[in-house]
């Protein structure tokens, strides 16, 4: 008998045929299949055959499918049980399985396995008598030993390369011709896929994991979002970002084995489920290094950095959704620890909706008690030999100890505490400066401003009365925002940044070159400086690397009447490296840590003494 008419005789019997994986995913089934349990092709294929079962009977056929070789290995195995319908509906069915001839040596657990179906009530009329199932069953045996890998490899749609790269189903699944396969449109209109990335979705890696944890293997998941992708969606706009969701979907595929899981559960969370993996913390550093690679998207380079938990069977665990959890609070300490990073779950990580309560509530006695204090960087002007500047941080001490900004901030954000911390940071820094501003007109104090702030649509009024109450000239005071504030579509940020502009207040682009904005973008804002993102200063090692793009941002944005500041400037290889190519200002730990408003005279020095030690080595 022919291939191509075994693949005809599979594709036209009227019994329901179907071809599982050795880890029991669908990998072919014919019309009639489809017809039985009301599902298409396209949502079936790669999908845990656990779910054309009933809940009461998904345990008994995988000791039907366990026991298969156990005696004659190709000898047909029947089950009887309850099937389940796409619309919910159950049905008495009738099973026949026969493991698919495999090399030489393969186990039983490492071949592929044939089932015919007979379901009560819902036999095509065609279907009479069980020599079909036999022979049916028979036929999709014969079509496996029919294996062409330059079939597989020619097959040609995203739908065969899904399929076809299965770890062990490569051989069983060339037997299913390429024409019996959904097509790229076929898969994402799925419901078991993702329509925008192809990936599995939510209930396809449940199904997944499901069967996963039956098995004794190792099982790891690793949850992640991308960081910040509301402002990444905003700026870039719908149709750029939906390309930078493919681009971490194709990034996340390569960065696995081929029998591994990637699915997408909406918007920026994605899920990846390791099996058999002996290294699965590999796998997270390969990954993060992976989606950090900057990449271009709607005209902008942009850098996306992922939050990752990582969670991994134990003894203990008890079904998936405990793993899911556990990746969860993993992810959230990642995230609120920084962000763009990963972690491993630990067990303290699941008190963290609790830590969060409890420090919302001790932040908003904080605010309300008046403990929110200042402390102050010097910026150094290296063409004057002089502090012409100090950056205004939040300070929260909590219990002898001062929170990092990085884990109260973000409470701050989510608990909305932010615009009354804002308001007082700013109000406290106008006064506590004011003196030393007024020593000389072009002496300033810089303020970081949330986005959050923004949604205040009076925002910019308050800036001036507080300016106005405590007797500083607005030129005096600069609001630094990050790159994505500028680019929220859905707020008035730039009619109140041009307000501000008009009255006097200066701005500044924090964190500038981290993805967001381009050069050719910054003519169009309303701006006064750009600060160079201390991730850039990091790359100054010995001060003799060629970094062409430091030369690039400084004149461009000298071109457009910009100042530039660098920060987080560390060594003095780093400074004379940025001094060298026309950097205004500069900032960082090799000046002055942040200090109280009382030590501004020791800071002072301690930055000149610095500024002097720079020129020297000149």
Known sequence: MESGLAHLLLEHSPDPLLLL?????????????????????????????????????????????????????????????????????????????????????????????????????????AQSGNRHAGTAAAALTFAGTYTDAGAVAGAGTAADAATHRRRTAAAASAAVPAAFIGHDDQMRAGVLRDPLTSLPNGTLFNERLAAALRRPDPVDVLLLNVDDFKNLN???????????????????????????????????????????????????????????????????????GVSMGLASRTPGTLDGAELLRQADAAMTAAKTGGKNAWLRFRPEMLNTVAAKADGQAGLRQAVELGQISVHYQPVVSPGLGAVVQFEAFARWERHGRLVPPNQFLPVAEQSGLIREIGDEVMRRACAEIRPWLAGDAAYSVAVNVSGLQFQNRDFATDVLAIVASTGVDPRQLVLELTESVFFESDSDVLRQLRQLREAGVRIAMDDFGTGYASLGRLKELPLDKVKIDRSFVAMIKTGQEQLPFFGTMINAAHGLGLKVTAEGIETPAQARYLMDRGCDSLQGYLFAKPAPASDLAGTMESALTAIDKVDAGR
């Open 21 to 125: 994986d050795p880890d029991g995913s669908i990998s072919f089934l014919n019309a009639a299949a489809e017809e039985l349990f009301g599902y298409s092709r396209a949502q079936l294929l790669g999908a845990d055959s656990s779910l054309l079962l009933a809940e009461d009977s998904r345990e008994p056929f995988h000791g039907v499918l366990a026991g298969l070789g156990a005696s004659a290995p190709r000898s047909g195995q029947p089950f009887a049980g309850s099937g389940r319908r796409a619309d919910g509906t159950e049905l008495p069915v009738e099973i026949t399985c026969s493991l698919l001839p495999s090399d030489a040596g393969a186990g039983p657990a490492a071949r592929s396995v044939a089932l015919s179906v007979r379901g009560a009530g819902h036999r095509p009329a």
């Open 234 to 304: 905003d700026m870039l706009g719908r149709s750029s970002a939906d390309e930078l969701l493919m681009e971490v979907a194709s990034r996340l595929r390569n960065c696995v084995r081929p029998h591994d899981t990637v699915a997408r559960l909406g918007g920026d969370e994605f899920v990846v489920l390791l099996t058999e993996c002996l290294n699965a913390d590999a796998v997270a550093k390969r990954i993060a290094e992976s989606l950090y690679e900057p990449l271009r998207v709607g005209g902008s380079l942009v850098r996306p």
